[in-house]
């Protein structure tokens, strides 16, 4: 996702618009699986770790405030991240969590769980975490 992706000031939650995906291995940006972009809510805490990520920690880290083509979360490089190297530091992060090596999709039904746990309408999160009905096939 890039900066331009991210709209704060909609109402009554900012949003996310998940229009393109990127291929490790060609090495480019592409239109989404579905080809059917998305449009994501932001809640409060989530957009306040990215004001604080935009505003401070970015420029800090990359000696520049990020414009709008920036990737919000870059590699090192400014560039798209590698999902290998993504899963590697991900599994070391699990052992040292002591927590058994998984992949990071797995993260979708934990999220989903604890989401239905804590009151959610399992419709929206089918869309969130799907797509819309008919968007799939």
Do not use: C, M
């Amino acid at each position: 996702l890039r900066w331009r992706d991210y709209e704060p000031v909609q109402k009554p939650l900012g949003r996310l618009s998940i229009v393109a995906s990127y291929n490790t291995h060609l090495k480019h940006e592409k239109s989404v699986k579905t080809e059917q972009p998305r449009r994501l809510p932001v809640n409060p805490q989530l957009a306040a770790i990215l004001q604080k990520w935009q505003q401070q920690d970015w420029p800090i880290f990359f000696g520049r405030k990020p414009n709008h083509d920036d990737l919000i979360v870059p590699s090192r490089k400014l560039n798209n991240r590698n999902v290998n190297h993504g899963l590697k530091r991900w599994h070391q992060d699990l052992e040292r969590l002591d927590i058994r090596k998984r992949r990071q999709h797995d993260a979708r039904r934990t999220f989903i769980t604890l989401a239905i746990n804590d009151g959610a309408r399992k419709e929206i999160l089918e869309w969130i975490t799907h797509g819309r009905r008919g968007d799939i096939i």
